[in-house]
Every structure is written in C-alpha cells, then in structure tokens.
Nanobody, 118 residues
Framework: QVQLVESGGGLVQPGGSLRLSCAAS????????VGWYRQAPGKERELVAF???????NYADSVKGRFTISRDNAKNTAYLQMDSTKPEDTAVYYC????????????WGQGTQVTVSS
C-alpha cells in the first residue's frame, strides 16, 4: 500500500522560510512525478509545483522564484522549500504522486497547514 506522509507545515512570518517534506512508501518513488497542490479557504485548489522523475521542476507563476521543489530518490522523499513567503501562501498543502503514464494523481498526502502571518 502506497502512503505519502507530509511534514514541515506551521506558522511563519511574512518573508520567512519553511520546508515541507513528502515521504513515500510502498512505491517505486524514483519513477513517479511528485508535487504539491494547495487550497486556501474559499479558493480553488492550485497546483504549486511538481518535479518529474527526471528531476525537471515546474512552478506556478505565483511561487516562481520563491519556492524550490526537489527530490531525494535514495530517501523516497520530496521537498518544497518555501522562501520569501507571503500571507497569500497561507493554505493547506497537499503532496501528491503520479505513477506512469502520469495522467492522473494516484496518491495523496494527508495535507499540512501553512500559515504566513505576523
């Protein structure tokens, strides 16, 4: 059974940094795409970033230049480094994983709350 376990959420002041982790078990992590969506109250779910099995990273325009996604296949873990955070980054962040052929989300993490506030 595949599981994605997220960690690293919390409260951060505007301009601060936070790192989310997404640890996978029960799957061949290295062949999967991994990413994060986020959803704020009253807003639609937004794709934040994803990284392919080849390590190619993609970002939403709203986080480009501030967030960095990476993966460590030896640890079956992906990371989302959030720098220069803004109040509008406040949301529940959901890690996800897509197995080949990468058309649909196959697995979801439990979600972690990120709050950017002074």
């Amino acid at each position: 059974q595949v599981q994605l376990v997220e960690s690293g959420g919390g409260l951060v002041q505007p301009g601060g940094s936070l790192r989310l982790s997404c640890a996978a078990s029960g799957s061949i992590f290295r062949i999967n795409h991994v990413g994060w969506y986020r959803q704020a109250p009253g807003k639609e779910r937004e794709l934040v970033a994803f990284i392919t099995n080849f390590g190619s990273a993609n970002y939403a325009d709203s986080v480009k230049g501030r967030f960095t996604i990476s993966r460590d296949n030896a640890k079956n873990t992906a990371y989302l480094q959030m720098d220069s955070t803004k109040p509008e980054d406040t949301a529940v962040y959901y890690c996800y994983m897509k197995a080949p052929p990468y058309r649909t989300v196959n697995y979801w993490g439990q979600g972690t709350q990120v709050t950017v506030s002074s």
